[in-house]
């Protein structure tokens, strides 16, 4: 079973920075990407980045150069560090991990989400 928990979310000024930790419990899951997404009220859930197995990084454009997604040992624990936040920024991030349970159960899951708002 795939259990994935969110971490470090909360209030930041514009222009601050914040670190979002999400830790991983795989249990054998063989994966193809882990990351992170977001949903502001009112949009739909968007990648803001994810690495790839092979160590590919990808990131959506608003964020590239602010944010950076980066992992521990194995998969265990990934990380969102994200510099020069704005207000667009505000939004539930939650941690993503895409791959397969067993040869051929490709299986998606996700972590509860924690809070980032970027505000004054």
């Known amino acids: 079973q795939v259990q994935l928990v969110e971490s470090g979310g909360g209030l930041v000024q514009p222009g601050g920075s914040l670190r979002l930790s999400c830790a991983a419990s795989l249990n054998g899951f063989w994966v193809i990407s882990m990351g992170w997404y977001r949903q502001a009220p009112g949009n739909q859930r968007e990648l803001v980045a994810r690495?790839?197995?092979?160590?590919?990084?990808d990131y959506a454009p608003s964020v590239r150069g602010r944010f950076t997604v980066s992992r521990g040992d194995g998969w265990n624990t990934i990380y969102l560090q994200m510099n020069n936040v704005k207000a667009d920024d505000t939004a539930i991030y939650y941690c993503?991990?895409?791959?397969?349970?067993?040869?051929?159960?490709?299986?998606?899951?996700w972590g509860q989400g924690t809070q980032v708002t970027v505000a004054s």
């Open positions: 690495i790839f197995q092979e160590g590919d990084l």
């Open positions: 993503n991990v895409d791959g397969y349970q067993g040869a051929v159960h490709r299986q998606e899951h």
